[in-house]
């Protein structure tokens, strides 16, 4: 089912141009989920689960088989958080969809990760340009049970909620270090690179493209060079930033970023597709596709 949801206004996101809804939270109407919508978590997460044996990260899978997911029905929210609560204090809640920066913030600093309850129809499987619950549980919920990923989540929300009081500029850079991490990032493990960005295991092409594509670039994680990126929102990513492990992450987040913001201020960004002289680069992409202009 999906009921008339009351859109506050269109907004410039990670998505692109999307409404934005009521900041309410919503109990998970689980109960009427159709036939066909049960269905559909089902096509996709078969279909997922298959493409990212060997491409997402191990802890992926991993932990969806802690929290007990499975194709047979849409989760319910209620039963994923006795384990996560337990695991690591985080909470899912429910939401209409994408919500004011301000808001996710504050969520995410209080360790609450908003949830859509809806589920996108049969002819979107391949494609939507807002988060579903598809995207939020199957992609966002699993690293949530990571102690360290959990850790930096919370801590990205707390800094973004301090950005907005003290450095609103800075907000478009705390916004592409979310992008290239916790929706696009990739990991170096022993066995090769994996992936563990939301935005790329709930794709089916991005799962295959941004891992075997010779096209994009593949560039070791710098705090300081993914905040002066853009990036791609109508496009595969032209350039994906490679951690080491999910503490390189929370340490890059722990020092105060208020010189780093005074410092950004003063920097041009970066084209979503360019190598710059620094770069640790694990492949120069031939760049064989791409789109000119339109980097975010
Ligand atoms: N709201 N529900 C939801 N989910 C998101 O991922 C989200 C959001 N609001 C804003 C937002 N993401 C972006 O601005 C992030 O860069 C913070
Ligand atoms: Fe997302």
Redesign the pocket.
Known sequence: MQTAAQKVEHQL??KGYVP?YTTRVIEQPWDSYSAVEHQTWATLFRRQRELLAGRAAREFVENQERFGMSADAIPKFSELNKVLRKATGWELIG?E?????L???EHLANRRF???WWIRKPEQLDYLSE?DLFH?LFG?VPLLLNPVFADYMQAYGAG?VKAAAIAPEALVN??RL??YTV?FGLINTAEGLRIYGAGIVSSKGESIYSLESAAPNRIGFDLERVMRTRYRIDTYQKTYFVIDSYEQLMEATRPDFTPLYARLAQQESFPAGEVQSGDRVFQRGSGEGWLDGGDV
Not at 97 to 101: A, K, N, V
């Open positions: 996101t990670d934005v939401v969809g994408l919500l004011p920066e808001t996710f913030f908003p949830v859509t988060p939020d966002h973004g705390l916004t979310y992008w929706e």
